[in-house]
């Protein structure tokens, strides 16, 4: 039976250094007894000198993880270490393997010491404890970290404060650094250290950049635990602004500035040209709508197609945009769903001429595909683009009853357009009062291959339209 004492200071080269040594010598992980220099001996183990050293190749993964774990707190992490290592030298693809479990608790163990030296550096406080005209300033600082982390953080400090003498005392170990020299000591108990001038000052300074209105309590002590409280000076304050933030959070809103940023007013100011409310004749609407070139879809299209019908029509029927006839004749529902409009209009007891049709969309979007034109559904913001022609054409025509074919009609008149389905045949109505009867688009019907569901769905377009026809005539 082999016993390792591994000291505190020097951990990661001394477990190195006796790992190495025992994969020479070929020793299984359970003929070794694994301990630090401060802990009772075992009473079962029998001491043995030092192994010899030898060379073993691991993944550098592996040697990246052990300078971590070798400074956790755990007293097993030694074992553990040399367990998987030995489980290496059989096999290197362990480091992969994400379901191990011991190279999961290792994992776990990593992460524990790197959140741990995270906080090391964030929450180190130094007071000076020299003379403020020497020659180098002198600080020192009490932390206790939750492992053995002053030693692979001290590098930190000597890169960042290389210009003054510091010293960082822990319970386990400290490290002091002198005339640009890095030394480590054994732990000692807590030190009385001055007050710094300038803790006020870090204190407003917390104070100044706490946002009572972001305040999250329980994020705030994952990220600054209570344990390092006590010797951090800001914290002192911690309580009076938790208590307080509801009040303040409310005064930032009331002195919030009333007047609009620069954006917001240029938006506010090209508001009525995006949004127009149609004032000149019926007659000219047409030709304002041909000449829209309010978002992208008039560059590839045709024409804007506009809708048509008489402007007394009682019933106004919406579909979705122009198709590719629709788009080179400029008249709307002209194309095979036209077509199939009109034989439902027909069959319903409905005359075309007497409605007025249009489309939410006035352009043709489509995907070319060589000589073919390919459909394609469009956009939200281009719908709401387009919106204010719609409303145009409905203050102009003034219909009893609209009829929206298809989820882009639905979404256009009454803001959503979902579950069109289940909607269809029902009866909802716009903020302006104007009734809505929500029905399938003829393109539907033409884009079903099972015979079953085209009789159904043309039955359910006809019962809808015919229920239109009903609602005008009574």
Known sequence: MYRAEIPQ??????????????????????????????????????DAAKPPSGQVKVPRSFVSMADKVVWHRDPSRFARLYAFLWRLRSDRAHMQDRGDADLSVLRRMEKNVSRCQHKMKAFVRFR????????????????EPSH???????????????????????PDVSAIFE????????????????????????????????????????AMQSEMPKKYWKNMPEAAAIPDLIANAPARAREMAEAAPTLPPLRAERIQANLPEANPHWQAPGGDLPSAISACTRCPLHKPATQAVAGEGPQSAELMFVGEQPGDHEDLVGRPFVGPAGQLFDLLMAEAGLKREEAFVTNAVKH???????????????SQDEIAT????????????????????????????????????????????????????????????????????????????LADLRRAADWIAG
């Open 364 to 378: 043709f979007k489509f995907l070319p595909r060589g000589r073919k034109r390919l459909h394609q559904k469009p």
């Open 9 to 46: 200071i020097g951990a990661a080269t001394a477990w190195r250094e006796a790992a190495r040594g025992f994969l020479a010598k070929n020793v299984p992980p359970d003929q070794i007894l694994w301990g630090d220099d401060s802990a009772s001996p075992d009473l079962f183990g029998a």
């Open 386 to 461: 387009c919106n204010p022609w719609l409303r145009a054409e409905i203050a102009l025509v003034q219909p009893r009853l609209i009829v929206a074919m298809g989820a882009s009609a639905a979404h256009a008149l009454l803001g959503s357009g979902k579950a069109i389905t289940d909607r269809r045949g029902r009866v909802e109505w716009r903020t302006d009062g104007l009734p809505v009867l929500i029905t399938l688009h003829p393109s539907f019907l033409l884009r079903l291959s099972d015979a079953v569901a085209v009789k159904q769905a043309r039955a359910d377009m």
């Open 128 to 143: 000076e404890i020299g003379e403020p005209d020497a020659a180098r300033r002198s600080f020192a600082a009490w932390f």
């Open 179 to 218: 005339g640009g020299k890095l030394r480590f000591e054994p732990g000692q108990p807590r030190p009385e250290l001055p007050d710094d001038a300038s803790e006020q000052l870090w204190v407003t300074y917390f104070r100044n950049i706490f946002n009572p209105a972001r305040l999250k309590v329980q």
């Open 148 to 170: 053995h982390t002053v030693e692979p953080t001290a590098d930190f400090f000597v890169r960042r404060f290389a210009d003054m003498d510091w010293r960082i005392l822990t």
